[in-house]
């Protein structure tokens, strides 16, 4: 059996009503070189026999492997030390590429030999609707930093990187801490001993899941809060002078802020509004963004109102 190129990794958990869609998206590429590992991760469903058959069926490169439950970090691992290309492109479950995808980011490989990972814009989907394109990088001199006190510049279905660069870094960190920002870390980490480069066009679709529920946006910026602080000590050291602090309480507060707009956009009591709205603007007041959002915050606010007087 020939080696292939590429090695799509596509981590999978109760998927089988959908993952054919994503399959299909694969099947559908215009660049044939590569093999589809898919890592079932302990789902409760069919999804393996779906997987599976739509191989068989298809006659695809590639093979379904069956887990116990590590979480996406795990399942991203497994696959890449399963696969058996030289690149491999991440895709989740429920994500799609467009037929041009994997032949645009191989073409830009071989223009850029020097490069080792090459990432794309990506559209936001809701059933299907595009409602508006993220925009992904720009690579920078210093891609760590830029990741660190930027914000995360890619997505996981947006990118092929170099296998041999992912290993050495040890993959993902399958941390429960990290769990949700666990690809963040990943493409900090690997920018430290890659280069990157972007294609200034949209080759993939992710599909947006309305999930603002005040537990869930704890869980997701209190794991982004604690690996953006391992990753300031890591970068700054005990003591970073005045200038990192500013910037690194900047970077939190753009955390703040951003917990507090899927907050604003949910039916979420007050409290749990003014709680982010406070540590926003204790952790930099000056930056517009923040005041921006602390108008909507005012805007937004829903005094209580008494109830019925008691009868007499």
Not at 128 to 147: H, I, Q, S
Request: charged letters at 25%; one cysteine or more.
């Amino acid at each position: 059996m020939s080696v292939p190129k590429v090695s799509v990794v596509i981590p999978a958990y109760n998927a089988a009503r959908f993952i054919v869609g994503t399959l299909e998206t694969i099947r559908a590429q215009t660049f044939n070189d590569h093999e589809t590992v898919v890592v079932d991760d302990g789902s409760s469903d069919d999804t393996k026999a779906v997987v599976d058959a739509f191989l068989s069926r298809h006659g695809l490169a590639g093979t379904c492997i069956r887990q116990s439950n590590k979480r996406i970090a795990g399942a991203r691992n497994t696959g890449m030390r399963a696969a058996r290309g030289e690149f491999i492109a991440l895709l989740d479950h429920d994500d799609l590429w467009y037929p041009e995808k994997l032949a645009k980011c191989m073409c830009a490989f071989a223009e850029h030999p020097e490069v080792d990972l090459v990432g794309h814009h990506i559209d936001i989907l809701r059933n299907g609707r595009r409602l508006r394109t993220a925009r992904k990088g720009p690579a920078a001199p210093d891609m760590y930093e830029t990741l660190l006190l930027k914000g995360n510049a890619l997505a996981p279905s947006a990118a092929v990187f170099r296998k041999e660069k992912a290993l050495s870094i040890g993959g993902f960190r399958e941390n429960p801490e990290f769990n949700t920002v666990e690809d963040y870390d990943f493409w900090m980490r690997l920018s430290r001993v890659a280069r990157f480069h972007f294609i200034d066009e949209a080759l993939a679709g992710y599909a947006v899941v309305d999930d603002s529920a005040s537990s869930r946006v704890d869980y997701h910026h209190g794991n982004l809060e604690t690996l953006l602080r391992e990753h300031f000590a890591s970068r700054f050291g005990p003591h970073p002078d005045l200038l990192q602090r500013l910037r690194m309480r900047r970077r939190l507060s753009a955390v703040y802020r951003s917990a507090l707009g899927q907050l604003l956009a949910a039916d979420v009591p007050q409290s749990k509004r003014t709680e982010y709205a406070l540590k926003m603007l204790r952790a930099f007041p000056c930056d517009a963004k923040n005041l921006v959002r602390t108008v909507q915050w005012i805007l937004a606010w829903r005094p209580v109102r008494p109830g019925p007087k008691p009868a007499p």
